[in-house]
């Protein structure tokens, strides 16, 4: 998921109807489903062929997860991906936009897509992903009685950022955490090299002939450029990643001379929980609740039937 929290999605729901009670124990544990439920279902615009699909939503769950996380990471990093994925298309439902299978909302693939990504290796991943989703279904995460908006990235710089500082607005359990895991990722940090003119074009602005492009007027709390003066102009550090395709906000950029060198670290807008820090943590025996309790402070685990009446 690479877009802001601001993009919504679909859930169809068909003939659902919720008992008063029952779906939730108080030991956390999940009543057995009755005949009353039924598994609501998600419409997806797939990318190649325009056409809109109906996927129940546990198995659009598991191919948002095989498509947004490596198969390889441990177990409970994948449990942890699959609660924020139900999360994040349950809260867009409320506000009725289509959902594509695309960056722009989820990335989806179905079971060719995955068998055309991992070839040989396809049916012991289709299995070990089903098995994180299976082991968690039903589960989201909610904040103050309600599901929250479940934003997560690849990797950040060692520090998650308070959505205000990428975003427009704050958010009680997007807020900056700690995110040391992030330093292992193989894309923890960078280096981009832009031509001087390619930049100048985008930017709007002049380059010196050699030296550091930009003064840092402001950091954000997660460590990322807050605002940088260039050639006079001023820009939020959002604005250069997005404009110059950088993979963070994290960057620092020197003119050599006709390129111009990027050093970024992290990868992705750091709101949320990080993907490999999700992995870190489950490589030191946490379990899935830890991690997105340490990402999504103040969420708690919630029954997703519960909030389709």
Do not use: C
Request: overall charge negative.
């Amino acid at each position: 998921m690479k877009k802001p929290f601001f993009a919504f999605l679909l859930i169809v729901i068909t003939a659902i109807a919720i008992p008063a009670a029952g779906l939730w124990l108080t030991d956390g544990q999940k009543a057995a489903p009755t005949k009353q439920e039924k598994e609501p279902t998600v419409d997806v615009v797939r990318s190649d062929t325009q056409k809109t699909e109906s996927v129940p939503l546990e198995e659009y769950v598991a191919g948002v997860v095989a498509a947004e996380m490596p198969a390889s990471f441990e177990k409970e990093a994948l449990k942890a991906q699959a609660v924020a994925a139900r999360t994040f298309i349950l809260t867009q439902t409320l506000n009725g936009e289509d959902v594509t299978d695309t960056v722009d909302d989820q990335v989806f693939k179905d079971e060719d897509d995955q068998e055309q990504m991992w070839g040989a290796d396809f049916e012991k991943n289709k299995a070990k992903i089903e098995e994180a989703a299976a082991q968690t279904e039903g589960e989201v995460l909610i904040y103050d009685g309600q599901p929250i908006t479940a934003a997560f990235f690849s990797s950040g710089n060692g520090q998650t950022e308070n959505a205000e500082e990428y975003w427009q607005s704050a958010t009680p359990y997007l807020v900056s955490v700690a995110s040391p895991w992030d330093a292992s990722a193989p894309n923890f940090e960078q280096e981009l090299v832009l031509t001087k003119q390619e930049v100048e074009a985008k930017l709007d602005v002049a380059l010196p002939s050699a030296g550091t492009v930009g003064t840092v007027t402001d950091k954000t709390t997660g460590g990322r450029v807050g605002t940088i003066s260039i050639d006079g102009q001023s820009f939020t550090g959002r604005e250069v990643r997005e404009q110059l395709g950088l993979p963070s906000a994290d960057f620092e950029m020197t003119v050599a001379g006709e390129d111009v060198i990027v050093t970024t670290r992290g990868y992705g807008h750091g709101v949320g929980m990080s993907q490999y820090g999700a992995n870190g943590m489950a490589k030191e025996g946490k379990n899935y609740r830890d991690i997105t309790a340490h990402y999504y402070p103040g969420a708690e685990i919630g029954d997703v039937q519960s909030f389709l009446k």
